[in-house]
């Protein structure tokens, strides 16, 4: 039985080989694109036809196959059909152009870029696996190759849930902006702490010495900006992907745009596909009670919705991350 679903899987034109070797070198194909936008039923209703262009946002999601693959690129991409200017790019860790995907991604009726991006094999060995570098990689030389200069970049991951105001807060990103992800680590978040309508720190459960603790769903990129760094790249080193990409575009903390309400609201949460138990913070209660920082605002909020709990005396302890060191969050605050 199973072997003749295989063999029907395999015979079909699901999937199309390439025939080209792959070496450490980075392998990227691009399978199918399309620039036209389909979606006329969004467009006949929605109040942006009238106003000049928008900058467009180049979302780039990597994924890679398995069971919840189809089910989670059918929720994205539906969220997806709510915003204009919007071209997808879609980075499969495969190494080969799956058609089905491409029905489904013709199917929303969004501009897409449909590319195969197998990890390289030498880092299927590493442990942590990299995973997902080969296909931001990929995605960035598209960007880079296709001349496109302006526009918003911004890393989705096919398991995140978005609010669809978070695509109208980052597409007037002037260089980087960042903003909380709910769900992220011991502290059920990731976030900048704002003072001021500043970034004075980041408020992340694993540190590790980073310069810019924060995940890869939690900034935007200009485009205009990111070509000014030719060489910028992301690195395949679990864990690091962010920290090392954001130093090599040279960003510098005066220049990080706070959004989502001066980074107080959540818009964007690492859902994955899993259920975790909720996360117990322990943190003053001074400090969750001042509006000084964006901090107390953000985990009341995420302890209304029952994201995380806050304690005064129990549970994980709350530090800041800053210039890659931490340190109690009394001290910045
Ligand atoms: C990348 O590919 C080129 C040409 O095939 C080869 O000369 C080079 O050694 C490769 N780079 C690495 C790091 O393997
Ligand atoms: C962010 O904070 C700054 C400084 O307090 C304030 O001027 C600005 O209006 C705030 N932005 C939002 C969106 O709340
Ligand atoms: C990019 O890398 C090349 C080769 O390593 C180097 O010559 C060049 O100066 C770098 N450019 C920038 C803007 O860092």
């Not at 995973?131 to 960035?140: D, E, F, P, T």
Request: with cysteine; proline share 6%.
């Amino acid at each position: 039985m199973w072997l003749i679903l295989f063999l029907l899987y395999f015979s079909g034109d699901m999937v199309k080989p390439i025939t080209s070797s792959l070496s450490i070198n980075d392998s990227a194909f691009v399978c199918n694109e399309k620039f036209e936008d389909n979606r006329q039923y969004f467009y006949s209703s929605h109040p942006y036809t009238s106003v000049s262009p928008l900058p467009t946002i180049y979302f780039v999601t990597p994924t890679y196959p398995r069971r919840e693959q189809i089910a989670e690129l059918t929720r994205l991409g539906q969220t997806l059909m709510h915003i204009p200017n919007l071209h997808w790019i879609v980075a499969d860790d495969f190494d080969g152009c799956n058609t089905f995907l491409d029905y489904l991604l013709n199917k929303f009726g969004i501009p897409y870029t449909h590319i195969a991006s197998p990890m390289p094999d030498i880092y299927r060995s590493f442990a942590p696996i990299p995973r997902g570098v080969a296909n931001r990689r990929a995605a960035i030389n598209w960007i880079r190759n296709n001349g496109k200069k302006s526009g918003v970049l911004y890393f989705g991951d096919d398991d995140n849930a978005f609010d669809l105001r978070l695509f109208s807060e980052i597409r007037s990103t002037q260089r980087v902006s960042m903003f909380p992800v709910g769900l992220i680590g011991l502290y059920a978040v990731s976030t900048p702490i704002v003072k001021q309508g500043k970034v004075i720190g980041f408020f992340d459960s694993w540190p590790a010495n980073r310069l810019w603790p924060v995940d890869m769903a939690g900034f935007a990129v200009n485009l205009e900006y990111l070509a000014l760094s030719p060489n910028a790249t992301m690195p395949y080193r679990a864990g690091y992907e962010e920290d090392e990409f954001l130093k090599s575009i040279g960003l510098q903390m005066a220049h990080i745009e706070p959004k989502a309400s001066n980074c107080s609201e959540i818009l964007v949460w690492h859902t994955q596909t899993k259920k975790e138990k909720s996360a117990v913070v322990r943190i003053d209660s001074k400090i969750l009670e001042s509006d000084q920082t964006s901090l107390g605002p953000l985990l009341r909020e995420l302890e209304a919705l029952g994201v995380s709990h806050i304690s005064s005396s129990s549970g994980i302890k709350a530090h800041v991350s800053k210039n890659g060191k931490t340190k109690p969050l009394s001290s910045v605050l």
